[in-house]
């Protein structure tokens, strides 16, 4: 995100990318024009979880497009929310909320959290491997 980029102005410039109407793209989701206008320029909040799959799904995001998506949408609600694909991990998992209150409790650095997932990021790409 190299602008501020919004919620709106995000699934208005996929929109527009694949090439469908406002009118076209509202009547796919079920909602009115006027509603996703709204959103598109940052008047209201992200629809419900639904609605924003759904979205996804007609856009065709990438998983990394979905994931953005998801993480605007939840900045764009007026109390604080998660990214909807993220809270029944974190609620599954006693380790990851012990992590993230941990972190919290410290004040992790950007480094830190780096460093985590770079940690990561290298197991995945040793699973890859051995997958192929």
């Known amino acids: 995100m190299s602008k501020k980029e919004t919620f709106g102005l995000f699934i ?13 793209f509202a009547e796919q989701l079920d909602i009115s024009p006027v509603y996703l206008c709204n959103m598109e320029k940052n008047r209201n909040p992200a629809p419900n979880d639904d609605i924003l799959t759904r979205m996804a799904g007609l856009l065709l995001l990438t998983e990394t497009e979905t994931e953005l998506l998801y993480d605007l949408a939840a900045k764009s609600k007026s109390t604080p929310t998660v990214s909807k694909d993220l809270p029944e991990y974190i609620m599954d998992r006693d380790i990851v909320r012990i992590a993230l209150r941990t972190a919290k409790d410290v004040d992790a650095t950007d480094e830190e959290w780096q460093e985590f997932i770079s940690n990561l990021e290298a197991r995945r790409r040793k699973v890859q491997e051995e997958i192929e």
């Not at 208005?12 to 076209?24: F, V």
């Open 12 to 24: 208005k410039e996929r929109r527009l990318l694949r090439q469908i109407s406002l009118r076209k």
